[in-house]
């Protein structure tokens, strides 16, 4: 844990490429979906990832729990054990984009940050085209 109370894979200054597998798998979507899933999340959404060059957004969900999402949620792509993200500092966190930043959390991470899968892959499925969602938002 780093101070702050921020997990020990959150860097303090620069953006660092992190592999996924030991701490979290990313769940990455377009940014013009990702906010209307962020939307439908709301507070329970955990850390989300923007990266306005990828036009992308990444959620941090447990070690194989999005398994088999590409299927139930078409659009989604998941980034499984051996993928690497790049994780943005601490302090690089949501309002406008400044200087030559391209990555920000849009939703802070914390010392418990992982989005809980089954509301993710709600959110996902009411949204996404071809989703399996019971209705639309």
């Not at 990313?26 to 939307?39: D, M």
Request: hydrophobic letters at 45%; glycine letters at 14%.
């Amino acid at each position: 844990m780093m101070a702050g109370g921020s997990p020990e894979w959150v860097p303090v200054e620069n953006v660092v490429d992190v592999v996924c597998g030991r701490w979290w798998e990313g769940v990455r979507l377009p940014t013009f979906v990702g906010l209307r899933v962020l939307s439908r999340l709301r507070e329970r959404s955990g850390p989300v990832i923007e990266d306005r060059v990828a036009e992308s957004m990444t959620w941090l969900v447990r070690v194989g729990a999005a398994e088999g999402w590409e299927r139930l949620a078409p659009g989604t792509h998941v980034l499984r054990a051996g993928w690497e993200i790049a994780v943005p500092p601490v302090g690089c966190v949501g309002g406008p984009w400044e200087g030559g930043a391209s990555l920000r959390w849009l939703s802070r991470p914390t010392a418990t940050c992982l989005t809980h899968p089954p509301d993710l892959l709600d959110a996902l499925r009411h949204v996404l085209p071809g989703g399996t969602g019971a209705a639309r938002a």
